[in-house]
């Protein structure tokens, strides 16, 4: 049985560490933490979901200087984790 590494690349430094194909966003009720994630994701309607509720909460203003997703880290990473297995 093979183990699927999840796509998602976590990473706390500047936006100098984002690979091609991906794109950083921050994640977070209250302290934000970064996460790089590959551009497939834009795609997908659940992803699509959690974009609209951040442009619902924040508009196009996003203080951290990338996407912020208004949801708990562990509800990212799982809906990342369900993305990877699409």
Known sequence: MAIRMPRIIKK???????PKGHFAVYVGEKQKKRFVIPISFLSQPLFQDLLSQAEE????NHPMGGVTIPCSEDVFIDLTSRLNRI
């Open 12 to 18: 706390s430094s500047t936006s100098g560490d984002v």
């Open 57 to 60: 909460e924040f508009g196009f």
